[in-house]
């Protein structure tokens, strides 16, 4: 199985930040990288497909970069609204597997 | 607008079964593939199964295969998870999730219902 590593576990951010969140796959999955915000109970939500396409309705401060095993998701200018957590998803190969995500909290 | 409403979980004793259901709306069932996606109580996110447009092929993660079965009805725009044999590691919230592609499956997941909580115990 291909496995998906993301880092930090969590990060605190203050509003305005520029933040970075990142995924490592344990072999090479070109740009089959999908990532998604998760808010308290709440389900997830498709925020990027295939590492860099921005989905429709979200807002143009995500934005998503990389290939082969290395990826990014950065948020230009961190919102209060985006408190969340943040997962990773590799979509190459079967079994589709998440990263453990990424819980972005507000300084 | 899209809107997917799972149905049927609950508490169910190790080893009996139970059957999800999701109720889509607001595009076209019959066009796309459609996933059961599980997260346990704090934990990540798991994929579970998958089912083509047409229901003609499925896929499931191992560790689900031969107990659970993806079904979909395109004529009552519905999808199913019948889960047999109960484990208590089976314990999750459930969500019915749409395939991103038209037809052919991205296993990118643009739509997600609420989520429907099935708790394995005795």
């Known amino acids: 199985d291909i496995q998906v590593t993301q880092s930090p576990s969590s990060l605190s951010a203050s509003v305005g930040d520029r933040v970075t969140i990142t995924c490592r796959a344990s072999?090479?999955?070109?740009?089959?990288l999908n990532w998604y915000q998760q808010k308290p109970g709440k389900a997830p939500k498709l925020l990027i497909y295939?590492?860099?396409n921005l989905q429709s309705g979200v807002p143009s401060r995500f934005s998503g970069s990389g290939s082969g095993t290395d990826f990014s998701l950065t948020i230009s200018s961190v919102q209060p609204e985006d408190i969340a957590t943040y997962f990773c998803?590799?979509?190459?190969?079967?079994?589709?597997?998440f990263g453990q995500g990424t819980k972005l909290e507000i300084k | 607008q899209v809107q997917l409403v799972e149905s049927g979980g609950g508490v169910v004793q190790p080893g009996r079964s139970l059957r999800l259901s999701c109720a889509a709306s607001?595009?076209?069932?019959?066009?796309?593939?459609m996933h059961w996606v599980r997260q346990a109580p704090g934990k990540g996110l798991e994929w579970v199964a998958v089912?083509?447009?047409?229901?003609?092929?499925?896929y499931y993660l191992d560790s689900v295969k031969a107990r659970f079965t993806i079904s979909r009805d395109n004529s009552k725009n519905t999808l199913y998870l019948q889960m047999n044999s109960l484990r208590a590691e089976d314990t999750a919230v459930y969500y019915c999730?749409?395939?991103?592609?038209?037809?052919?499956?991205?296993?990118?997941?643009?739509?997600w219902g609420q989520g429907s909580l099935v708790t394995v115990s005795s």
């Open positions: 999730a749409k395939d991103l592609g038209e037809r052919w499956l991205q296993f990118s997941f643009d739509y």
């Open positions: 607001g595009f076209t069932f019959s066009k796309y593939g």
């Open positions: 089912i083509l447009y047409d229901g003609s092929n499925e």
């Open positions: 072999q090479r999955i070109t740009n089959s």
């Open positions: 295939t590492a860099s």
């Open positions: 998803q590799q979509s190459h190969s079967a079994p589709r597997t």
